[in-house]
């Protein structure tokens, strides 16, 4: 399908609520150029004397200089179908230095990234040579902090250079291919901090219309697993490091932004038609659909969704969250001080596809955090699918208890930017819990299955048993608390310890434990995405309660 894609259409920037020196950006006319009359605004970002990079200048008690952050694909006119890795993806802009622009050292310019695996950019070095910079993103997780990938500065053959006081186009285009199953071996246990590269990135760039040969990068598997997911709007000196500050204050100027995509992640506009059917339908040579970025915007807004998660242990709990929350009615504020207008909301309970040990019975028994990321990412799509279907300002709820032990990060990772993202934390007084849980046999056989040597073939009584102590875990109960060991149930004993309460409790309390460490995990690594509201299952039997949680997550009882 084609959709219209009309010059004068504007991005409807999802930027990072991190971004470094946002408040660097301004939109500035270009009286002074022989083009003023076909130009319209441009983004100039200011750099300040003495800065290089915003967040490590910060870092060093500094005020920021340039502008270091992410947008993600959305644009008027034009609905983006995202539930499946972009694959292939390219930008291109014009870029003009002031004429007594210092190059110094180098610094960085905009580019595109897949959020966790990849980060493709220009930069320009010492007498303004143009250069290429792909490297791997750093994963706030610490498990994946040994996986970055290594990076590469390429710098052409005959770098084109870029001149102070004149336009530059430059043109990026990058397409990731999977390699071949046989070249992409799992490494073994002692060798998981440097894992096969799973996938190529093809890289062109383009100066000014000279086309460059093409640039191979072997690419972690989270590459492929998230595709390419936005633009990188980079403008700064180095370089993290206080060697590439800037030598003299000044600004750079960008305009006519545009992002070309396949057709598969382009249509008509979700409600039906196209916006804007008088303009034609924008491609590039290669058939790619082309979105015009426009005008740039100071910085950009845009209205987004609201997902609602739980952090809880059990089932019982989420499914009456989720019931609850149902009865909600959401309201945005109204445009031009209208009044409030009602957003759609879906609430729902473990929703396929839950992602629990069924699901990968040996992925997450046996890999790391990282090696898990990958299968789970169907989980990231899915959301996407679901928070697209209710619009850009819906409202969708899914709670689960595997969302705090299995797929926390996939949510981190595929959505942040995306919508914002609001967190339950829902608990139970523990020793009713305890008992309750109990005297339902949740833990029941769990240790005569812990002595099995054949677990493969065996389903555990409960998937936390399996995944407590495994190299995935997120944050792992007190040694004091794990299983017995297996020697104690292979003694004659195993049925006496099979059906006894007290090994149950154990198995309960280690599991409470570890689901607390992970909420705890969650609130400290996240807290710059995720909004966190806590109440417990005793308050939302009360309408204060019911009130208060509705309150925090700017819904109304109907």
């Known amino acids: 399908m084609h959709a219209s894609a009309p010059e004068e259409s504007e991005t409807d920037g999802c930027w990072d609520r991190e971004a470094g020196g946002v408040g660097n950006l301004d939109c500035h006319s270009d009286s002074d150029s022989e083009e003023a009359a076909v130009h319209r605004d441009m983004l100039r970002v200011h750099i300040p004397r003495g800065t290089w990079a915003p967040q490590a200048t910060q870092a060093a008690g500094m005020t920021p200089g340039g502008v270091a952050a992410w947008s993600l694909w959305v644009s008027k006119g034009a609905h983006l179908h995202l539930d499946v890795p972009v694959q292939s993806a390219a930008l291109s802009f014009r870029i003009r230095f002031p004429s007594t622009f210092d190059f110094g050292k180098g610094g960085t310019l905009p580019g595109l990234h897949c959020r966790r695996g990849l980060r493709v950019r220009f930069g320009w070095r010492s007498e303004g040579r143009c250069v290429v910079t792909v490297d791997g993103v750093r994963d706030e997780l610490k498990a994946l902090r040994d996986r970055r990938i290594k990076k590469h500065d390429v710098l052409w053959e005959q770098p084109p250079v870029l001149s102070p006081g004149c336009w530059h186009t430059l043109r990026l285009r990058v397409c990731l291919q999977p390699l071949p199953p046989s070249t992409t071996a799992k490494p073994s246990a002692e060798a998981l901090h440097a894992p096969p ?39 700064f000196y180095g370089g993290g490091s206080s060697d590439w500050a800037a030598p003299a204050s000044t600004s750079i100027d960008f305009d006519r932004f545009a992002v070309h995509l396949p057709q598969q992640h382009l249509s008509s506009h979700p409600h039906g038609g196209t916006q804007n059917q008088s303009h034609t339908d924008h ?29 809880s242990p059990g089932r019982c709990g989420t499914l009456y969250l989720s019931s609850l929350l149902a009865t909600a009615e ?134 936390w048993i399996n995944t407590a102590f495994a190299p995935c875990t997120m944050a792992r109960p007190p040694r004091l608390l794990q299983p017995v060991k297996n020697d104690r149930v292979q003694s004659g004993g195993a049925q006496e310890w099979h059906d006894s309460v007290e090994i149950q409790l154990q198995l309960l309390m280690g599991y409470h434990v570890d689901v607390e460490a992970r909420v705890q995990h969650m609130i400290k690594t996240y807290a710059s995405r995720f ?13 204060e309660g019911v009130g208060k949680l509705f309150s925090a997550l700017k819904l109304r009882c109907l």
């Open 531 to 543: 909004t966190f509201v806590e109440t417990t299952l005793k308050d939302l039997n009360t309408p």
């Open 283 to 311: 491609r590039d040579s290669s058939g790619n659909h082309v979105i015009p970025l426009g005008r740039p915007q100071c910085p950009p807004k845009l209205a987004r969704p609201a997902v609602i998660f739980c952090a």
């Open 197 to 235: 590269a799973t996938c190529v990135a093809r890289v062109r760039g383009w100066c000014d219309d000279t086309l460059v040969e093409e640039i191979e990068i072997p690419c972690d598997v989270a590459a492929t697993a998230t595709g390419f997911a936005g633009v990188l709007l980079s403008c």
């Open 330 to 463: 959401a309201f945005s504020t109204g445009s031009a001080g209208g009044p409030p207008e009602p957003r759609a909301l879906q609430s729902t309970h473990e929703p396929a596809p839950q992602v629990t040990y069924l699901d990968f019975p040996k992925t997450l028994r046996t890999h790391t955090l990282a090696e898990t990321f990958e299968p789970k990412a169907g989980k990231g799509f899915a959301l996407r699918r679901a928070i697209g279907e209710l619009g850009t300002d819906g409202v969708y709820i899914e709670t689960s208890h595997m969302f705090v032990k299995t797929w926390m990060d996939v949510a981190y990772e595929m959505l942040a930017g995306v919508a914002d993202i609001h967190v339950v934390i829902l608990r139970r007084y523990v020793p009713e819990m305890l008992m309750s849980r109990a005297s339902l046999g949740h833990m029941r056989g769990g240790v005569a299955y812990l002595a099995s040597e054949q677990k493969d073939d065996v389903s555990p009584p409960n998937g």
